[in-house]
């Protein structure tokens, strides 16, 4: 593209350190920005409880803003408001907040006018806006679904926080559109890259299901193990294979035990994604609540075709019901057991799918998205 | 003006425009700007804050011009002078549409806001769909100062693209500039400019516009906040929609023509009535000449969509009647407030006695359809105003009338009147009783006292207004209706009192005319010491220590009440302290859907309970304002302290759904829980939205159910179904449902008609029971249900029915408004049973309704016509309907209406599905439900 002008460019998170999906984010961009040319700065506002490794020589520096975890939010409600000690507590974590954006500041001052602050969570929002910014433009992420924050303290914080930055992206137009009618008119849309490139796509002849994410409430294995009780007498040949680890493990092999699964298998957790993918035929999401999946976006890239419950605009924007995957009314454990049996027992509608997939998400290619970020540094210069 | 010293960040607007955004500016030297924001001066008051707002925008690469006579510079506004002699608002737009230089260009007008981030986001929508028009949405301000949006914002609620007009002429509708961003070369290629002789230039500009775009953005995001509409005489606007018209005609095509016309008559025409009813009546005669005239050229099929009163309103325009004409605005744009006369003739109701000498006449004023003569008395607003009144002391004695209409308070009945008079914004009210005068047929004439000083008190909330309203009661309704004032100079703005003890609020009281034209009541200082002192009281309530204080306060007062007025406090002083308390063994504590009325199983078994006479206490639990119970019944408010004390010492608890979860039941009591219907939805642990609970949440469920000691089933399947998805653990009674006994026993076409004449139907019609279900959705809350079946149609095929509507109690019915007097709302009947004792046919989808009708045997049809959603993407169904509907499956309302005119036809082929239906579904109602169940709970036999 024309006029690859180099900035700075500082992308602010909770941590940087951390593997979570958002981290990941956070590295895969900065990777990407320092490609085009641009002098980018990971920012964390402090260290996580576990560190990942995101290997050395990268193209970018990292900074954390915090060596010792400051106090977490005090808001007393009620009555509570006139205890001088909460007052307190809550005068000394302003104090600690403000070390914290003077030393996001002194970072900031090094950058040249033009420069980006990309602020990905609101959390570290809070820091930015304590910070001097003079000079940079600011531009704030949610990466979850509007609906999710509204029904969490985040919706407040985002209105507040969030209300005066140049331009908050969202993951998909539905969620922007929302955020539009409910009173910001600074939203824009930015979707996640891909963060990984199939070289060929899967042949979706293996007779197994995956599912990879967290064992937590929110990423409802309990609600795909339903299902495949559902489904896996019709189909004694097939396995699910479930990768990931979290706090609900143990309640899910119970789980497992109460409703007399034999075919489904625990395999931990996997840096290998496309390996996984590449033995897989279909993808199942089964969560309660979503942002937008990357990994839905990483199976259709593999041509892996994909069972989802609607449960948030992302999935629907990824995945094209009747094309590329199967959408399920939230919750309906029956349905989505419906919709694995019509994928399991016809290979060439997953091949079908599969191709559609594939050539679906090139929009989310790294390139494209690139390309997206860089028309919104021009955006804000114009 | 001195621009530069003016303190931007200080200028207006909700919060959205901050002076920091003026960094320099970054047009690359020599280029044109991207954008051209004309400003045109039509108001030297309010072009500050439109400045402002134009001068604060993100995006930079924007030139402003500003087109006024002022001479004051500021250096990134460019003036432009307007041309010399009178100039219009069409010249100074224009002006700057000739000087601009931009790719594209804004037009706002003094006293409109631009969002801060407008221009940007305008321009990224125009880019991203390759559109040569975008447009965002406005909003206006409340009084208030909150963003309101208008009715043309649900054009903007999400982002799309169209090609062209063509795919969506509703936008057409928005008749606002400044909230839409054009090429500006589109703009000159076409010669597109502003009329210079009109009032509505803007409004032919945003025609032209759209009419000729190639692509057309739309972004719900806001980027405007408008004062007001264009405004001038009516005939300005008729002779720009007269040039808009012509110039439609030959670059749109018909369906956009079409779209235009009646976007004019469902947005403009109200707007234009009620600048002629509000005109002088020098100029009334000549605005609506013209206005009529416009409006007979129009073809006939824009007419055909129109809401009955809007075109009542334009045949009274034609025949230029201006007190009907008001009369219409009166309806339409102030709670359909009646100021006219309504007349009945030969069955058939007209909205006046003028015009029905000719057909056409009676045709368009012929009102019968809207069903004022069915409306409720709280529905009907009875237009009253006050003919006279003097003020003795603190005492306003005051005469006035009612407008009878339609005779709806019959000379015969006794009739109370009483003056209530309430503070705006609190429930408190104080009524003064009126005596009536005179009572006929046209009009009630009233009179009354009412002691000012003790009905009009500031209290320590500072009340300063209070509304008037009549209460006017007739066998036992009762309506509210505000009175007029609007156009009565005698009461408009007259002082009443003037008492010292109101300081420092004031100290006189006013008459005032609401904006909506009704008589009030306000408080205001008079004279130059209670204006100081309210003067310096207001100063003081809102410093900012004060206010602070004030908030203080505000916390403390909510804690305390909370914690004297919160269920969970209430909850643990019951767990920890009521339920010691020595039981009342013979205490029964009744609720209904969580007190929401007299009615279903709770009712019937009380009644049997009640029959047997062995000195049972009964207690009902209601959560709004209690029915007329009988005697030695005791109510109480759900929720509140008595009711906590009730449950704690009661022997009994009988309930249909599940009392607040809160509450532990000691294992002295004895609950019986008697459901409130069987299952073909999915109910309880099978439902998608319980597996997707936490595990604390089943968990608490499971508890609630577990309290119960009884359950009532009807069938096996009930059996089969409820008792493992509810998990019920209580000893199931198979006696079948107390509410249905009187199904199974009145069968006889006597005991029918009674019941017909307690509810007040029509013995001989035939009665359509129409139930159907709450479809659930994503989203929460209150739904609005609209019929789908043609009630037109149906007048015309079945003129002998009566269709019954009872929706359920989540959702709103919204009868269309030509609703007719075939069809009926019931939905605010208590009981339902009564209803099905006396229809002839139900009609229902999904509706447990359909298992307790089964015991009458009379034919029941199945109105499913969103079947597959319903079953396959909500909760989940026991059964498939089509297989078991014990009558036709109908998916329209074509079908519907076809099945209920051959009723004879068909009844026979579905006899044995129906029986089939009843053994399946009811085979334990056999009319002996209530007594079997008293006997097993409370006179312990061994039984069901």
Avoid at chain 1, 315 to 344: I, Q
Avoid at chain 1, 355 to 365: F, I, K, N, T, W
Avoid at chain 1, 366 to 378: G, K, L, N, T
Avoid at chain 2, 739 to 748: A, E, I, K, T
Wanted: aromatic fraction near 8%; include cysteine; proline fraction near 5%.
């Amino acid at each position: 593209m024309a006029d690859a002008r180099s900035r700075d460019v500082f992308i602010v998170a909770n941590n940087v350190e951390e593997m979570g999906g958002l981290m990941r984010f956070a590295h895969t961009l900065g990777r990407l920005l320092s490609e085009q040319g641009h002098n980018v700065r990971l920012v964390g506002i402090v260290h996580p409880q576990q560190t990942f490794d995101y290997g050395h020589d990268l193209p970018y520096t990292t900074h954390v803003l915090h060596e010792r975890h400051p106090p977490g939010p005090v808001e007393p409600k009620g009555l509570a408001q006139l205890n001088p000690r909460l007052q307190a507590k809550r005068a000394a974590r302003s104090v600690i907040q403000r070390l914290g954006a003077r030393r996001l500041t002194r970072l900031l001052r090094t950058a040249q006018p033009g420069g980006i602050v990309i602020v990905t969570q609101i959390f570290a929002m809070e820091w930015v806006r304590l910070a001097n910014t003079h000079g940079l433009h600011v531009i704030g992420m949610s990466h979850e679904s509007f609906s999710a924050s509204k029904a969490s303290t985040r919706y407040r914080r985002v209105k507040r926080y969030y209300g005066d930055v140049e331009r908050l992206l969202l993951l998909t137009q539905a969620d922007a559109d929302d955020w539009a009618l409910d009173g910001l008119s600074n939203v824009g849309v930015m979707p996640n890259p891909l963060g990984l490139e199939a070289p060929e796509l899967s042949p979706v002849d293996a007779n197994v299901v995956v599912s990879l994410g967290r064992f937590s409430w929110e990423k409802g294995f309990d609600l795909l193990l339903d299902a495949w009780a559902e489904v896996t007498d019709r189909f004694p040949e097939w396995s699910l294979h479930l990768y990931g680890d979290g706090p609900d493990e143990d309640a899910l092999r119970r789980r497992c035990e109460q409703l007399g699964l034999t075919t489904v298998k625990f395999c931990g957790r996997t840096t290998d994604v496309p390996s996984v993918l590449m033995a897989a035929s279909v993808y199942a999401l089964s969560s309660r609540h979503e942002g937008m999946p990357v990994v839905l976006t990483e199976a259709l890239e593999f041509g892996v075709p994909c069972v989802a419950f609607d449960v948030s605009p992302g999935v629907r924007e990824v995945v094209t019901h009747g094309k590329d995957g199967l959408v399920v009314a939230p919750g309906n454990t029956s349905r989505f057991a419906d919709a694995l049996a019509t994928l399991m027992s016809n290979a060439d509608l997953r091949r079908e799918y599969g191709r559609h997939g594939h050539e679906s998400v090139q929009r989310y290619a790294p390139a494209a998205i690139v390309d997206r970020w860089e028309r919104e540094f021009r955006l804000l210069d114009r | 003006m001195d621009w530069a010293a003016v303190d931007w960040a200080a200028m207006g607007g909700a919060g959205a425009f901050r002076a920091d955004s003026l960094g320099p500016v970054s047009a690359r030297r020599g280029d044109d700007p991207e954008v051209s924001v004309v400003v045109a001066d039509s108001d030297g008051a309010a072009i500050d804050r439109t400045l402002a707002s134009a001068l604060a925008q993100s995006f930079r690469s924007l030139e402003i011009l500003l087109v006024s006579d002022n001479r004051h510079d500021h250096p990134r506004v460019r003036r432009i002078a307007p041309p010399i002699g009178a100039v219009s608002t069409g010249d100074l737009r224009n002006a700057g549409l000739d000087a601009a230089r931009g790719r594209r260009i804004l037009f706002v007008d003094a006293g409109d806001e631009l969002h801060r981030h407008a221009c940007r986001n305008l321009v990224v929508a125009a880019e991203d769909a390759g559109a040569e028009v975008a447009v965002g949405r406005w909003v206006r301000l409340s009084t208030a100062g909150r963003p309101v949006d208008p009715p043309v914002a649900e054009l903007y609620r999400q982002t799309t693209a169209f090609a062209a007009l063509d795919d969506e002429p509703a936008l057409l509708r928005d008749a606002a500039l400044c909230n839409k961003m054009f090429d500006l070369q589109m703009l000159r290629r076409h010669g597109v400019r502003f009329d210079d002789n009109t009032a509505f230039s803007g409004r032919g500009v945003v025609g032209r516009a759209l009419a000729l775009a190639g692509g057309i953005a739309v972004t719900p995001q806001q980027v405007a906040i408008r004062d007001a509409d264009e405004a001038g005489p009516v005939s300005d606007l008729v002779m720009e929609h007269r040039a808009l018209d012509e110039f439609l005609a030959g670059h749109a095509s018909p369906r956009v023509q079409l779209a235009k016309q009646v976007s004019f008559l469902t947005e403009e025409l109200p707007l234009a009535l009620a600048i002629v009813a509000a005109g002088s009546d020098a100029d009334t005669p000549a605005a609506l000449a013209s206005l009529g005239s416009y409006l007979e050229a129009l073809p006939a099929s824009t007419f055909e969509q129109l809401e009955p009163l809007l075109n009542l309103g334009v045949f009274l325009v034609r025949q230029g009647d201006v007190d009907g004409v008001r009369s219409v605005v009166d309806y339409l744009a102030h709670d359909r407030k009646i100021t006219t006369r309504l007349v009945q003739r030969d069955g058939r109701v007209y909205w006046s006695d003028r015009h029905l000498d000719t057909a056409e006449g009676r045709r368009m004023l012929d009102v019968t359809t809207v069903g004022f003569q069915e409306l409720r008395l709280s529905q009907l607003h009875l237009e009253s105003r006050v003919d006279d009144y003097h003020v003795k002391g603190a005492r306003l004695v005051v005469r006035g009338h009612t407008i009878n209409q339609l005779g709806r308070l019959p000379t015969d009945s006794s009739v109370e009147i009483a003056l209530v008079v309430a503070p705006g914004r609190s429930s408190r009210r104080e009524v003064a009783p009126l005596t009536l005068v005179a009572h006929t047929d046209d009009r009630l004439d009233w009179e009354g006292t009412v002691d000012l000083s003790s009905v009009v008190r500031p209290g320590w909330r500072g009340y300063r207004s209070w509304t008037l309203r009549l209460r006017l009661t007739v066998a036992g309704e009762s309506s509210l209706v505000p009175i007029s004032a609007y156009d009565d100079p005698r009461i408009a703005d007259v002082r009443l009192y003037s008492r010292l003890r109101w300081y420092p609020l004031g100290n006189a009281l006013r008459t005032e005319v609401t904006p909506r034209g009704n008589l009030a009541l306000r408080l205001v200082p008079e004279g130059a010491l209670a204006s100081a002192v309210e003067r310096v009281f207001r100063v003081l309530l809102t410093a900012s220590l004060a206010r602070r204080m004030l908030e203080t306060l505000g916390v403390l007062v909510r804690g305390l009440r909370r914690l004297s007025h919160g269920t969970e406090t209430k909850a643990r002083i019951y767990r920890d302290l009521l339920v010691r308390l020595p039981q009342d063994k013979k205490s029964v504590v009744f609720e209904n859907h969580m007190g929401q009325s007299y009615s279903d199983n709770p009712r019937y078994v009380f009644e049997e309970l009640a029959r047997r006479d062995a000195g049972f206490k009964a207690i009902w639990s209601f959560a709004g304002d209690p029915p007329p119970m009988p005697e030695g019944v005791r109510t109480v408010p759900r929720n509140s302290w008595r009711y906590f004390l009730a449950l704690a010492r009661a022997g009994y608890w009988v309930d249909n759904q599940g009392l607040p979860p809160a509450i532990t039941k000691p294992a002295r009591t004895r609950y019986l829980q008697t459901w409130h219907g069987s299952a073909l939805k999915r109910m309880g642990e099978d439902t998608p939205a319980f597996r997707s609970m936490p595990e604390d949440r089943q968990e608490r469920h499971r508890e609630m159910v577990a309290r119960w000691d009884y359950f009532v089933a009807r069938s096996e399947h009930d059996v089969r179904t409820l008792v493992p998805a509810l998990r019920v653990r209580g000893e199931v009674l198979r006696s079948g449902y107390p509410r249905n006994d009187p199904l199974v026993q009145l069968r006889s076409n006597e005991q029918r008609a009674a019941v017909r004449d307690e509810l007040g139907l029509p013995r001989d019609a035939v009665l359509v029971l129409y139930a159907p279900t709450f479809r659930e959705t994503y989203s929460k809350g209150r739904q609005d249900f609209t019929l789908q079946v043609d009630l037109d149609q149906m007048f015309a095929k079945l003129p002998e029915h009566v269709l019954l509507v009872r929706t359920h109690y989540l959702q709103r019915l919204r009868l269309p408004a030509a609703a007719h007097a075939v069809a009926r709302d019931v939905s605010h009947f208590p009981d339902i049973t009564p209803l099905m004792v006396a229809a002839d046919i139900l009609v229902t989808d999904y509706s447990s309704v359909m298992f307790d009708f089964a015991n009458t045997g009379r034919p029941m049809v199945f109105f499913a016509y969103d079947y597959d959603d319903y079953v396959h993407s909500e909760r989940g169904v026991y059964f498939e309907l089509a297989e078991k509907a014990p009558g036709p499956l109908v998916h329209t309302g074509e079908e519907l209406l076809q099945a209920l005119s051959t009723v004879d036809a068909w009844r026979p082929d579905y006899e044995e599905r129906y029986q089939k239906f009843v053994a399946e579904f009811g085979e334990y109602d056999t009319g002996q439900a209530a007594r079997q169940v008293v006997d097993r709970v409370f006179f312990g036999s061994a039984h069901g």
